[in-house]
């Protein structure tokens, strides 16, 4: 029984998991994004975050943990000199995950996960997306504001109701509750 297994074994041994995680973290960083399963995904961002926080400190114990777990001088040197340069503010989430169409093969759900920071097409877009205020539906809030001034069809409405019950002619009351301006009319 796997009982608090909290992480995907991924149908491996624990050194070809190991191997596996550490050759696409290196690809991940010397490519900044790579095409591979969803699972597979899912267990690279939780292997080469913490190696992206640690790289924040550029210091020779870190590079030395980054490398036990990279073991690829290049990755190392790229994930040091230019990809800190560019999370170096970002808190986290280094990563991103996005769903593509199955595998042919074997219908495998297949993604791209790709550093953050490096998708210029998606960073241009949100620079370029006005950023807009979120509105909310709840009751609460609708019930302590204000109530909004009656529409005119609506008090057309009344007023014609209104005639009605004083016995005084309809037609009469209509033609003063209608508007005199034509273009008034159309709404």
């Not at 608090?4 to 624990?14: A, I």
């Not at 939780?46 to 290049?74: G, I, N, Q």
């Not at 219908?107 to 807009?132: F, H, P, Q, S, W």
């Amino acid at each position: 029984m796997r009982h608090n297994k909290k992480f995907n074994h991924l149908g491996r041994t624990s050194s070809h998991r190991q191997a596996l995680l550490s050759n696409m973290a290196a690809s991940l960083i010397l490519h900044k994004r790579i095409t591979t399963t969803v699972a597979k995904a899912k267990a690279l961002k939780m292997y080469v975050e913490p190696l992206l926080t640690k790289a924040k400190e550029d210091t020779t114990h870190s590079r030395r943990v980054v490398f036990s777990y990279l073991e690829s001088k290049e990755a190392v040197t790229e994930l040091f000199r230019e990809v800190v340069v560019k999370v170096g503010d970002r808190p986290g989430g280094y990563t991103r995950i996005l769903r593509t169409a199955t595998r042919l093969g074997d219908n495998a759900d297949m993604c791209i996960i790709e550093l953050v920071d490096y998708n210029e097409a998606m960073l241009e877009a949100k620079e370029g997306k006005k950023k807009t205020s979120r509105r909310s539906r709840s009751k609460s809030k609708t019930a302590d504001a204000p109530k909004a001034e009656k529409a005119p069809k609506a008090e057309k409405a009344e007023a014609v109701a209104e005639a009605v019950v004083v016995d005084e002619p309809a037609v009469d009351v209509v033609e003063e509750a209608t508007p005199e301006n034509p273009e008034e009319k159309a709404e």
